[in-house]
């Protein structure tokens, strides 16, 4: 009986086992390339420009990486970083190319698309890198914006975790005159302008009446700024209750669409949390609640419940995204009154027996039922569920693999 105990267990274990190494395969570019203080530059500025944080965020990427020299010969032209960003980005394959696969390139030649491309910064599709396998060994990298001429060469692998993410040094910094091309910084940008071309034209004009608003937001975009769009329907609807606030009402309300800091969509997607707004002041808090759900990113106040429905821009030190509603603080909104739960039905006195077990539920079922904070109860479950759930899962594949090997033994 215990032989057979362990012919059952151990395939179970196996099994917990490869799911903790498929666990353990999360990858942080820059800490790989800590490794090799060759590339300290290149690694770097893969975090001034936030390009890192869109590296962790994709399960399938590849790095071309290029050490020290060649950066200095890239910085040499005294590229902004909104500009080195693009160029950056189009040394980063949206698909996985170690050493071995781009020996086995099928007909000899591929075109990747880029993080560039996936930006939606490169014009039509510049933002594509040729790679093609060279006679002798050689694998050559162009950009589709430089005529096929293959200049850039594959030098070494450098890290890998096979099929997630690897990391490889090219020869020099890949030629592209569209992502070289200079990037407007980001007091030269027209905030309301890019607002009003992609479908917040209303808000856009609104915060343009407003001079006390629109300078705090043009006051902080060198230093960082994201602001949260509402589309032109929606913002349509509600300016009747924007109208109906006080001016010091209206400034602060308009502000509370901002945030003091830039943050780009891998950022919000990995932060979960209060974050303050512009108009956040002393006692006056006027922040809201960032939660996501796998690719959905929603922003919560006492009020209401807004999701980010798209990326208008995304350049360092300025993000505007689209939201589906108007966010609205409960400084100046009050939250919706719940619906109320419906009143039970008056239980019947019965003495038969199948009467006392249709009374009895399971506290599973019950307890949502009969909790009045069940927002409050849901905000910290999101919270915190992630950790819980890591422990517990732990936990479970030590124990899988322990009783694997006791019955084996």
Do not use: C, W
């Given at each position: 009986m215990q032989l057979r105990r362990g012919h059952l267990l151990l395939p179970l274990a196996l099994f917990f086992l490869a799911a903790a190494l498929t666990v353990a395969r999360a990858h942080n570019v820059t800490r790989l390339l800590a490794k090799h203080p060759e590339f300290s530059t290149f690694n770097h500025y893969l975090t001034e420009t936030h390009l890192a944080a869109e590296?962790?965020?994709?399960?399938?990427?590849?790095?071309?990486?290029?050490?020290?020299?060649?950066?200095?010969?890239?910085?040499?032209?005294?590229?902004?970083?909104?500009?080195?960003?693009?160029?950056l980005s189009l040394h980063v394959l949206l698909d996985y190319f170690g050493p071995k696969k781009l020996h086995q390139i099928t007909n000899g030649t591929a075109l990747a698309a880029t993080l560039f491309q996936?930006?939606?910064?490169?014009?039509?599709?510049?933002?594509?890198?040729?790679?093609?396998?060279?006679?002798?060994?050689?694998?050559?990298?162009?950009?589709?914006?430089?005529?096929?001429?293959?200049?850039?060469?594959?030098?070494?692998?450098?890290?890998?975790?096979?099929?997630?993410?690897?990391v490889i040094q090219i020869s020099n910094a890949l030629p592209s005159a569209a992502a070289a091309a200079p990037t407007p910084g980001p007091s030269e940008m027209n905030l309301t302008r890019l607002m009003s071309a992609h479908g917040c034209k209303v808000f856009a004009d609104t915060l343009d009446a407003n001079a006390d608003a629109m300078k705090t937001y043009e006051d902080n975009v060198e230093g960082g700024l994201t602001t949260f769009c509402p589309l032109d329907d929606t913002f349509k609807q509600f300016l009747p209750?924007?109208?109906?606030?006080?001016?010091?009402?209206?400034?602060?309300?308009?502000?509370?669409?901002?945030?003091?800091?830039?943050?780009?969509?891998?950022?919000?997607?990995?932060?979960?949390?209060p974050m303050n707004t512009l108009a956040t002041d002393g006692a006056s808090k006027y922040d809201f609640t960032?939660?996501?759900?796998?690719?959905?990113?929603?922003?919560?106040?006492?009020?209401?419940?807004?999701?980010?429905?798209?990326?208008?821009?995304?350049?360092?030190?300025?993000a505007i995204y689209s939201i589906d509603k108007v966010l609205m603080p409960k400084?100046?909104?009050?939250?919706?009154?719940?619906?109320?739960?419906?009143?039970?039905?008056?239980?019947k006195v019965a003495d038969s027996p199948k009467s006392s077990k249709r009374k009895s539920a399971?506290?599973?079922?019950?307890?949502?039922a009969d909790s009045p904070e069940g927002d409050v109860a849901d905000q910290s479950a999101d919270g915190n569920g992630s950790v819980r759930f890591g422990s517990a899962r732990f936990g479970f594949l030590v124990s899988g693999l322990w009783f694997g090997m006791h019955f084996l033994l």
């Open positions: 590296i962790n965020s994709r399960t399938t990427i590849t790095v071309m990486a290029i050490d020290n020299a060649a950066m200095s010969r890239l910085l040499a032209s005294h590229p902004t970083i909104a500009t080195l960003k693009n160029i996936a930006t939606g910064s490169a014009p039509g599709s510049t933002g594509f890198v040729n790679i093609t396998d060279l006679k002798g060994g050689k694998v050559g990298f162009a950009p589709e914006d430089n005529n096929g001429h293959l200049n850039t060469y594959f030098v070494k692998g450098l890290e890998e975790i096979p099929y997630n993410i690897s209750k924007y109208k109906n606030l006080s001016a010091p009402g209206k400034a602060s309300f308009l502000e509370f669409f901002a945030v003091p800091m830039y943050l780009s969509m891998a950022m919000l997607k990995s932060n979960n949390g960032v939660q996501n759900d796998g690719e959905e990113v929603t922003l919560k106040t006492r009020a209401n419940t807004v999701k980010i429905t798209g990326t208008l821009l995304d350049e360092q030190p300025l400084e100046l909104f009050k939250a919706a009154a719940p619906t109320p739960a419906p009143a039970p039905a008056p239980e399971p506290a599973s079922v019950a307890a949502p």
